[in-house]
């Protein structure tokens, strides 16, 4: 007798092996339930609530009037109305809340819901899913966090104090108090800086923001404006917060790895009206008046003048060529020019000081005009070669010098197309309309525009659509280590981030070890510069690189 072949049923998946929904909820921390005209939450997986609610096992209580104890009273008002607001089957609705967990602490929710049984305008049946949020709403709030703070310092960036500072202005004027603007900056930072390396600078500077902090009380805002300037505004006359503010950041050392270290510090003080723009314009004049300040209220001696114009009769301006890399093959991109002055007894040094100076003395654009003429002959030589130029406040803020160094760049031709100009982020912001101007001009002769020192200042990405920039220049102190700091690493990916999104490269400065670059490559960092890479040399010749 023939025996039947058995019957063959296909199995989906095997019997023994997890719910690949469920699974993918788990993954999602992503907890479902339905509710009925009680409001009782049941969950099918009671398990995953207790532990996104950091509950200990079977203690989860679910009843509306114990879930409505966990959120605040706002929260459970929305969240009553929306529920009421599902009056028709397949009626949808999402809202994001925070409940009080197991350990008092707060975890954000999304719940996500939809009415499946609906009779006389009232959900009877509701499905839905709590999903935990707390990473996002986290990372949400680190977000916002560094948009409105300096990550060096954790002050206030430009863009917050002058919020802050118009509030107060507008505040002075209804109780009737006069309120002030200081703004602060040490004029012998960069002396330290030269000494004991970049690195003790932005220490410094981290100790000048605490002691600051510790003395700023509210409703007085203290900011970071850039570089080395901070801010303060405050109810009451200037004239005493000065003196006190000048006695407490100089006459107490900074204790460093190299001991104890004296800032001599200048301060600059406005009176704060309750116009809008009352804080800009004071930031405006206390930078005009702390720029000036070596040289007096009435103009530079005439020392210093000729310091200027004989260092460029004289020839002994050159440039200094410090490569940037392509992050991810390490290979030559473009090189920046740094201004090097040589000393009478034959020294090659920074040009900080004369630059400086030459602000001052309203000079500054022939130096700019002379690095220009300085590159054209290294263009010209290798037509590889893609080369930085600085351009400074002097320049662009004065429309005859900005349009003569526009006509000076088309009178190279075809090489200019090789060339960035890099303008500093508070250029950017200083007068956004100008820098505009200036860089549609110079884009228009080909080449390409960089805003540089980006997040010392204004962490805000207006600057960057008002001027175009195809490029934006991470200031070096939120680079330095980052390796082994978290914020950094969030601020940086951030930024990253948010210029990709307009199409802009970014250039991380100050880049020192291969750590560092190692953690701005996964970020996704287009160009490198920095030590690492290469020191300042005398030709942009990759091959021949020293120090100058």
């Not at 409505?68 to 929306?82: C, F, N």
């Not at 600059?268 to 930078?287: E, V």
């Not at 400065?509 to 030590?531: H, K, P």
């Amino acid at each position: 007798m023939s025996r039947r072949a058995p019957l063959m049923i296909p199995r989906l998946r095997d019997e023994t092996s997890p719910d690949p929904v469920a699974t993918a909820l788990r993954l999602g921390r992503m907890s479902p339930f339905s509710t009925s005209a009680d409001g009782a939450l049941r969950f099918s997986d009671p398990s995953l609530t207790e532990q996104i609610l950091r509950l200990r096992a079977g203690t989860l209580q679910s009843g509306a009037a114990q879930w409505e104890a966990r959120m605040s009273g706002q929260d459970v008002r929305t969240r009553r109305r929306i529920l009421s607001g599902l009056n028709w089957a397949g009626a949808q609705a999402t809202l994001d809340y925070a409940l009080r967990d197991g350990r008092g602490e707060q975890r954000w929710v999304r719940e996500t819901l939809e009415a499946v049984n609906v009779s006389d305008n009232r959900a009877l049946l509701v499905h839905g899913v709590i999903q935990d949020i707390t990473a996002e709403h986290e990372s949400r709030d680190r977000l916002l966090w560094a948009a409105r703070h300096d990550a060096a310092t954790g002050l206030s960036n430009r863009d917050a104090f002058i919020e802050a500072a118009a509030t107060l202005g507008a505040l002075s004027s209804r109780v009737g108090t006069p309120a002030c603007l200081l703004r602060i900056r040490p004029t012998n930072l960069e002396d330290l800086r030269e000494v004991y390396g970049a690195e003790i600078g932005d220490r410094i500077l981290a100790m000048v923001a605490r002691r600051l902090e510790d003395d700023v009380r509210a409703p007085d805002a203290l900011g970071r404006l850039s570089g080395a300037d901070f801010a303060v505004a405050m109810l009451g006359r200037s004239e005493e917060p000065s003196m006190r503010l000048q006695a407490l950041l100089s006459e107490t050392p900074y204790h460093t790895p190299f001991g104890p270290l004296y800032l001599d510090m200048a301060v600059t003080a406005r009176a704060l009206g309750d116009h809008p723009d009352s804080a800009k314009t004071a930031l405006r004049q206390t930078r005009s008046e702390l720029d000036g300040c070596a040289h007096g209220a009435q103009g530079a001696p005439c020392a210093a003048t000729e310091d200027v114009l004989r260092a460029l009769d004289e020839d002994r301006v050159s440039l200094a060529f410090q490569p940037i890399v392509d992050a991810q093959t390490g290979q030559l991109h473009h090189h920046e020019c740094l201004l090097r002055i040589r000393c009478t007894d034959g020294r090659v040094v920074s040009a900080w000081e004369i630059i400086r100076d030459a602000e001052a003395l309203g000079l500054v654009h022939r130096l700019d005009r002379r690095a220009l003429a300085l590159a054209e002959p290294h263009l010209r030589a290798d037509p590889d070669t893609r080369l930085a130029l600085n351009v400074s406040a002097g320049t662009l803020g004065n429309a005859d010098h900005a349009d003569a160094y526009v006509a000076a760049l088309r009178d190279l031709g075809e090489v200019a197309t090789r060339i960035t100009i890099e303008m500093t982020e508070t250029l950017a912001v200083d007068d956004p309309a100008q820098a505009s101007r200036f860089s549609a001009a110079v884009r228009g002769l080909g080449c390409r525009f960089a805003i540089d020192d980006f997040g010392s200042g204004y962490t805000t990405f207006r600057n960057l659509m008002a001027v175009e920039a195809d490029t934006i220049k991470i200031d070096g102190a939120l680079i330095q280590g980052i390796a082994t700091d978290e914020n950094k690493q969030t601020f940086m990916r951030m930024m990253v981030d948010l210029a990709h999104t307009f199409s802009v490269k970014t250039v991380a400065e100050m880049v020192e070890t291969e750590a560092d670059a190692a953690v701005l490559r996964r970020i996704g960092a287009d160009y490198l510069q920095g030590y690492h890479y290469g020191h300042p040399a005398p030709s942009p010749n990759w091959s021949r690189l020293g120090t100058v």
